[in-house]
């Protein structure tokens, strides 16, 4: 029954939590508000504010579970992918513990985490099981055959689906962080209202690049085109007002239309596989149009449908805990020369 102490920091999240013997015991999350007044996470400002939560993160978390120092077997930390200033206080933080405390280290990938998300609590997907994994900085579909053994069928060739929320946000001029607020002014629009074009992209890869772009057009033209014409420029008053009077309506179409594309390559997918364990992991899975497109479409295609709690979407180290659990179990330590880095492939 091993005892794992998880520290995730890969963005603008300090997490640590307890897992027992597969059973998550604490999950405390630190989010840093600083980031608002700059409408996106600056990593220098990231690295000083982990240094600042760390302890007393980690301090909860220990407390919270219940357990002492001396109860915990190893130690899990995020080693990749993420922002490296912020990778490196968990990592240094991880690999002190592990050497005060004489106990081994786990480095673990924060994409594998994410999807390991899936197999904290009940009711759990059976393997082989396919996961659409949507963030900020990452889109894949990932084909799960144990909690250790997965491999990227599909992925962004260019920009993530959770960059296309954000990047519209500022675009309509709402704050950071701006995909919550395009969910949430979603639910009082007209999903139908305007048309953006899906990319015709081979396979089962994505992208969001000519997208973005569509909006970016879309509301410089105040709704009259989202193509670039220099004779369709609107002025900033005529945007303005495009914006005010059609928010709800915008917000729903643009999400329709994300939606859309990732649920029908997950389709694909799952027709090509054959496979119908189906789970969504990631900050975007958070996202209610999402999770009630899948669940919908689940219904349709007779797929059995997994959605982790919302506070195992977002950047947290209870997903980093439960894989470092099976990490323990078979074996797969790290030792003291393991280093974070920005990307990394899996």
Not at 53 to 79: M, R, S, W, Y
Request: hydrophobic share 40%; glycine share 8%; aromatic share 6%.
């Amino acid at each position: 029954m091993p005892t794992i102490l998880a520290i995730e920091s890969s963005c603008d999240e300090t997490s640590a939590a307890i897992c027992k013997d597969g059973k998550i015991l604490s999950n405390v999350i630190a989010s840093q508000k600083i980031h608002e007044e700059y409408g996106g996470v600056v990593p220098e400002l990231a690295s000083r504010a982990h240094m600042q939560n760390i302890v007393p993160v980690v301090d909860v978390a220990i407390k919270n579970a219940g357990c002492k120092l001396e109860d915990i077997d190893a130690i899990a930390f995020t080693q990749a992918p993420g922002l490296i200033g912020a990778l490196l206080v968990g990592g240094q933080f991880a690999k002190s513990m592990s050497l005060a405390l004489d106990k081994p280290l786990i480095a673990v990938h924060h994409m594998q985490a994410h999807v390991i998300a899936n197999l904290i609590e009940d009711p759990r997907p059976k393997f082989p099981f396919l996961c659409l994994t949507v963030s900020g900085g990452h889109t894949q579909i990932v084909l799960c055959e144990s909690p250790l053994k997965m491999k990227v069928i599909g992925q962004t060739i260019d920009d993530a689906a959770g960059e296309a929320f954000d990047k519209t946000a500022k675009i309509l001029g709402l704050p950071y962080p701006g995909g919550p607020l395009i969910d949430k002014h979603a639910r009082d629009g007209n999903a139908n209202a305007y048309t953006f074009t899906e990319p015709q992209i081979k396979g089962l890869d994505f992208s969001f690049s000519g997208l973005k772009t569509s909006i970016l057009y879309f509301i410089n033209n105040a709704g009259r085109s989202n193509v670039f014409k220099e004779e369709l420029v609107a002025t900033s008053e005529e945007r303005k007002n495009f914006i005010d009077n059609n928010l709800a309506d915008i917000c729903a179409s643009v999400q329709n239309r994300i939606v859309s594309i990732l649920l029908n390559k997950l389709a694909k997918a799952a027709k090509e596989t054959g496979i119908n364990q189906i789970c969504i992991a990631g900050g975007v899975s958070a996202n209610s149009g999402l999770r009630n497109s899948i669940l919908k479409m689940g219904e349709q295609k007779n797929w059995e449908v997994y959605i982790p709690k919302f506070e195992y979407c977002t950047d947290n180290a209870a997903m980093i805990a439960t894989t470092g659990y099976y990490k323990y179990l078979a074996g797969d330590f790290a030792d003291l020369s393991a280093t974070p880095t920005a990307r990394a492939e899996w």
